[in-house]
């Protein structure tokens, strides 16, 4: 099993920046690919970006190109979510996911998911 704790949300001003952590502890061989999605209220969940055990290549959605930046440590066996440039539009609980495939994970096909942090953009 494996498990994924989110934390860094939180309240900002459009134009401002948070950065997203994703803890992953027990199996986490299992786990080379991980990535986050986010949800807004009344909407789908939508892809954000995804990063393989290596760190390269990654992967971006459209809505968030330029903004945001995925990265990984691997010794904390942890990846990270750097948001800037943040709007109201990127409102939304920012969920974590991991899985065995970069492919499975960007599908929204991730074999474990963290609870997800808030993240609020105010205009």
């Known amino acids: 099993q494996v498990q994924l704790v989110e934390s860094g949300g939180g309240l900002v001003q459009a134009g401002g920046s948070l950065r997203l952590s994703c803890a992953a502890s027990?199996?986490?061989?299992?786990?080379?690919?991980m990535g986050w999605f986010r949800q807004a209220p009344g909407k789908e969940r939508e892809f954000v970006a995804a990063?393989?055990?290596?760190?390269?290549?990654?992967y971006q959605s459209d809505s968030v190109k330029g903004r945001f930046t995925i990265s990984r440590d691997n010794a904390k066996n942890t990846v990270y979510l750097q948001m800037n440039s943040l709007k109201p539009e990127d409102t939304a609980v920012y969920h974590c996911?991991?899985?065995?495939?970069?492919?499975?994970?960007?599908?929204?096909?991730?074999?474990?998911w963290g609870q997800g942090t808030q993240v609020t953009v105010s205009s």
């Open positions: 996911a991991a899985g065995s495939t970069i492919s499975a994970v960007r599908g929204g096909r991730g074999d474990y």
């Open positions: 027990g199996r986490t061989f299992s786990i080379p690919a």
């Open positions: 990063i393989n055990w290596g760190g390269i290549p990654t």
